[in-house]
């Protein structure tokens, strides 16, 4: 079975107030028609459609404090409360004791490897990223670092150009407006979901950070927000024109809750969505248990293996 991770950083499943949650005010008709009119917001799960099947996932697991980027994140690979093993929650980028859990070899991109798996973090990273990382300026978050320390590279310059990866904001917008390269490829977002689709399929699991929804959260912006959704919506359009429910699922789920809530600059402590898209029976099966992200890497696990 194939598996497509989307991660949407920083996007919790809110109230149903358009002054504040840009996911109820912005125009998604693709993800509204999905989830059968309704929109993605707390009192829309559980829910179960056609095509898809919605739970809330508990962010906080037990711990005080607000959900962090590092730490949810490395829990979404491993499977392990990393949060209450190290007492805290932490972020954005993985300190010491946050690495240890995503160097040792025990990520679900460690476990793909080990057992003849393909894989790939389909994001393209332009060339003042490596020389960031290779200068010490920058470090990785726990999703590359996690996939380094596996084994599998990380896309480059030359792979979005040659259509074997994707940009960040999925349409290759970014690189030309915030990167200056004006010779990058680019598509419209339902072009940009159908070439998503295409290139989830060539690995037995495939995952993407989208980070743009964090970064919209802190910046209080609804207007940007309800743009940035509605391009994201478009891409998942055609994501869902393309993808073959009989091959495998698609997960769209995230660390922390920010974004849902505008009226605070910080994250929040909100559940996440766990939306699941493909065959019925593969979703059930999915999300059986789920009711945290100590759950989703088992979860990918057992899908992947048919289980």
């Known amino acids: 079975m194939n598996l497509l991770f989307l991660f949407l950083d920083g996007?919790?499943?809110?109230?149903?107030?358009?002054?504040?949650?840009?996911?109820?005010?912005?125009?998604?008709?693709?993800?509204?028609?999905?989830?059968?009119?309704n929109p993605l917001i707390a009192a829309s799960a559980p829910l179960e459609t056609e095509r898809a099947t919605l739970v809330a996932l508990d962010a906080s697991l037990g711990v005080e404090g607000l959900p962090q980027s590092?730490?949810?994140?490395?829990?979404?690979?491993?499977?392990?409360?990393?949060?209450?093993?190290?007492?805290?929650?932490y972020g954005p980028k993985p300190n010491p004791a946050v690495a240890s859990y995503l160097t040792n070899g025990s990520t679900l991109f460690s476990w793909l490897r080990a057992n003849g798996k393909t894989a790939a973090l389909?994001?393209?990273?332009?060339?003042?990223?490596?020389?960031?990382?290779?200068s010490g300026k920058r470090l990785y978050s726990s999703v590359p670092l996690a996939l380094t320390n596996a084994?599998?590279?990380?896309?480059?310059k030359d792979d979005l150009y040659a259509g074997r990866a994707l940009s960040a904001d999925f349409t290759g917008e970014g690189w030309h407006g915030f990167l200056?390269?004006?010779?990058?490829?680019?598509?419209?977002?339902?072009?940009?979901?159908?070439?998503?689709?295409?290139?989830?399929?060539?690995?037995?699991?495939?995952?993407?950070?989208?980070?743009a929804s964090d970064y919209a959260g802190h910046k209080q912006d609804m207007d940007a927000a309800c743009s940035l959704l509605a391009s994201f919506d478009g891409m998942l359009g055609g994501l869902l024109d393309a993808w073959?429910?009989?091959?495998?699922?698609?997960?769209?789920?995230?660390?922390?809750?920010?974004?849902?809530?505008?009226?605070?600059?910080r994250h929040t402590d909100a559940n996440v969505p766990g939306l699941?898209?493909?065959?019925?029976?593969?979703?059930?099966k999915f999300v059986e248990g789920l009711v945290d992200l100590t759950g989703i890497a088992p979860a990918i696990r057992k899908a992947i293996l048919n289980d």
């Not at 590092?70 to 409360?81: D, S």
């Not at 084994?151 to 480059?156: A, K, M, Y």
């Not at 390269?181 to 399929?201: M, Q, V």
């Open 11 to 37: 996007v919790g499943l809110g109230a149903d107030n358009p002054d504040i949650n840009p996911l109820v005010r912005a125009e998604m008709p693709n993800l509204r028609a999905l989830l059968g009119e």
């Open 244 to 265: 073959d429910d009989a091959r495998g699922l698609i997960l769209l789920t995230s660390d922390h809750g920010n974004l849902e809530d505008l009226s605070t600059r």
């Open 70 to 89: 590092a730490t949810g994140q490395a829990v979404l690979l491993t499977g392990v409360n990393i949060p209450k093993e190290i007492g805290q929650h």
């Open 276 to 284: 699941v898209i493909g065959a019925k029976a593969a979703r059930e």
């Open 151 to 156: 084994g599998f590279p990380l896309f480059t």
């Open 122 to 134: 389909l994001n393209a990273y332009p060339p003042r990223y490596f020389h960031g990382i290779d």
């Open 180 to 211: 200056g390269f004006d010779d990058a490829p680019t598509l419209p977002p339902f072009e940009a979901g159908r070439k998503t689709a295409e290139l989830a399929l060539q690995y037995d699991f495939a995952f993407f950070e989208y980070w």
